[in-house]
């Protein structure tokens, strides 16, 4: 270990993971350490075992349960999958598509419209605004940002959201569900920024349910998501990577100049030239920016109301609950092997507003019906407030409480550019992904 390395990252969360297999594939060369005995990190999957006690026998055998603590689906066209074609990491993972991608509107529970034949269809909206909605969608479908024809007078670099939505006249109870389920905003913020933003995560939706013909836009693993940073962690030992577990304490050293220069473990210090690493391995480097609250369910049953759908996510919008952010739940069962045959995992998750999940979480839960076992638990969200220019140190933003990766790959591209300068080129053929993803 006593070696001279580009970067040393330290923890094998998923966002770490991806980082060191991209630096790894630029060519530097890159020491990754974690204190843990097992992948994953925050993000790691665990059968019952380890979640504790020993499981009731009712639940069946725990080595056939694969729970993804941060589970979150992929959106099929989306940056991550554009990250795993990128760096070829598809080989080592099979995807299949998930079934439904629902809504949370008036105390139901909806399918959402992705397009406009899906807008004449949706029972969201009354017959005025399903004709103006599909206008809308219209609008979206044929947006070419090279195309002045498709922009009809629009300069979406300058024009609002909130504008955009007003030409077409849609009602704010459609402006809900379109900004939080399909465009996937975590606020209101959007409707006041230049609309490009919005058309496109629009597009991506629509694109990326179009890619499998399924139920929704999102893909996930077999066996779940902790095969992702093995997936990684391998692409990295390919190009050169040393991966080490069980390292005790990873001390990062900082010179008089309060430089990161190397990282210690057992009496033995790896010198780099930048560190990676989670919040939890720099807790002085990080300021705490909220709190996710969750319940993880056992079920012997899809969630009600989502046309029997073995895998499912259900957004709950902040203004449907009165709440300042939004709920989510995600179903995934024994389809993608992460749970024995006839038995659903159901999440409920959102950033914690009081310290009583078990009462925050209720109105998600109430959706669920039977459940067979719960957990709760909160976890402290943090980010980093150091200058990294300054002391050499790159640290992730902890995950958030949404069950899609958008706003994780966000972090993770944002990183790779301060890492090394350079901007990640996501231009690659999708079809890579289509073969590594079981058809329906």
């Keep these: 270990m006593d070696e001279e390395y580009d970067v040393v990252v330290l923890g094998t969360g998923l966002k770490e993971c991806i980082l060191s297999g991209l630096l790894s594939v630029d060519g530097l060369k890159v020491l990754h350490m974690d204190r843990n005995d097992y992948y994953g990190g925050e993000s790691t999957s665990l059968n019952l075992n380890q979640e504790g006690d020993k499981p009731p026998e009712n639940l069946g055998a725990s080595r056939d349960y694969n729970v993804d603590m941060i589970p979150k689906f992929m959106m ?19 995807f299949k598509a998930v079934d439904g991608s629902f809504v949370y509107n008036k105390g139901k529970i909806h399918k959402v419209p992705a397009n406009d034949v899906e807008a004449l269809k949706s029972p969201l909206m009354g017959l005025f605004e399903k004709r103006r909605a599909r206008k809308f969608f219209i609008y979206v479908q044929d947006y070419d940002e090279n195309d002045p024809k498709s922009h009809e007078g629009l300069d979406l670099n ?10 077409y006249g849609l009602d704010d109870n459609t402006v809900d569900f379109i900004g939080h389920a399909l465009a996937l905003y975590l606020d209101e913020n959007y409707l006041d920024e230049p609309a490009l933003d919005f058309v496109k995560r629009m ?15 999102y893909i996930y693993p077999l066996y779940g998501l902790g095969e992702l940073p093995q997936a990684f962690a391998r692409l990295s030992a390919v190009y050169g990577g040393t991966y080490m577990l069980c390292k005790p304490e990873c001390k990062v050293e900082f010179d008089a100049d309060g430089k990161a220069f190397g990282v210690t473990s057992e009496g033995e210090t790896a010198k780099c030239k930048k560190v990676v ?24 049953h899809p969630i009600p ?17 009165k709440r300042k952010s ?69 640290i992730s933003t902890s995950y958030d409480a949404t069950t899609h990766f958008e706003t994780t790959v966000q972090d993770v591209i944002k990183m790779y550019s301060k890492i090394t300068g350079k901007t990640l080129d996501l231009s690659v053929d999708l079809s890579a992904a289509s073969a590594a993803t079981e058809e329906e």
């Design 305 to 321: 109301n989502t046309n029997n759908s073995h895998s499912v996510q259900v957004i709950l919008p902040q203004k449907q609950l």
């Design 277 to 300: 690493c989670d919040p939890s391995y720099l807790p002085d480097k990080v300021k705490k920016i909220g709190k996710v609250a969750r319940a993880i369910c056992i079920m012997s």
């Design 76 to 94: 099929a066209n989306g940056a991550l999958v554009r990250i795993l074609i990128h760096t070829d990491v598809t080989k080592y993972l099979n």
């Design 326 to 394: 939004d709920m989510y739940l995600f179903c995934c069962s024994y389809t993608h092997n992460v749970a024995p045959k006839g038995k659903y995992i159901a999440f409920v998750t959102t950033e914690a507003e009081t310290d009583d999940p078990q009462t925050e979480l209720k109105p998600g839960i109430d959706l669920l019906g039977p459940v067979d076992e719960i957990f709760f638990d909160t976890y402290d969200r943090y980010e980093p407030n150091n200058q990294h220019d300054v002391d050499n140190c790159f």
């Design 158 to 167: 300058k024009v609002k959201a909130r504008d955009v939505i007003s030409k």
């Design 203 to 217: 597009k991506l939706y629509a694109e990326s349910l179009a890619r499998f013909r399924g139920g929704s836009p």
